[in-house]
Nanobody, 115 residues
């Protein structure tokens, strides 16, 4: 089963940037999809960005134009570049991988945007 480890979260000022990374224990080329979701306490997890096997991407409406998802197959990593962050982006961000075995999740990384 693939293991996912996120990094790059932290505290940033309103309007600042962060780059999240997710490293997989298995080749990401074998994944149907990889993506980033976020979740606030007591709320449902929502899609931030996703990249499919052939490279197509999709983004949540609330982040369009502010984030870019990319992948590095050599390093089995997926990155999320987030710009112009807002206080409402404060959440725990989770990396997801989807393969024939189903969905797999990382432990999450906290992003906090101060106003």
């Amino acid at each position: 089963q693939v293991q996912l480890v996120e990094s790059g979260g932290g505290l940033v000022n309103n309007g600042g940037s962060l780059r999240l990374s997710c490293e997989a224990s298995m080749p990401i080329a074998s994944m149907y999809a990889m993506g980033w979701y976020r979740q606030a306490p007591g709320e449902q997890r929502e899609l931030v960005a996703r990249i499919l096997t052939l490279g197509s991407t999709s983004y949540g409406d609330f982040v369009k134009g502010r984030v870019v998802i990319s992948r590095d197959k050599d390093k089995n990593a997926v990155h999320l570049q987030m710009n112009n962050l807002k206080p409402e982006d404060t959440d725990t961000y989770y990396c997801q991988a989807v393969d024939r075995g189903g969905e797999h999740w990382g432990q999450g990384t906290q992003v906090t945007v101060s106003s």
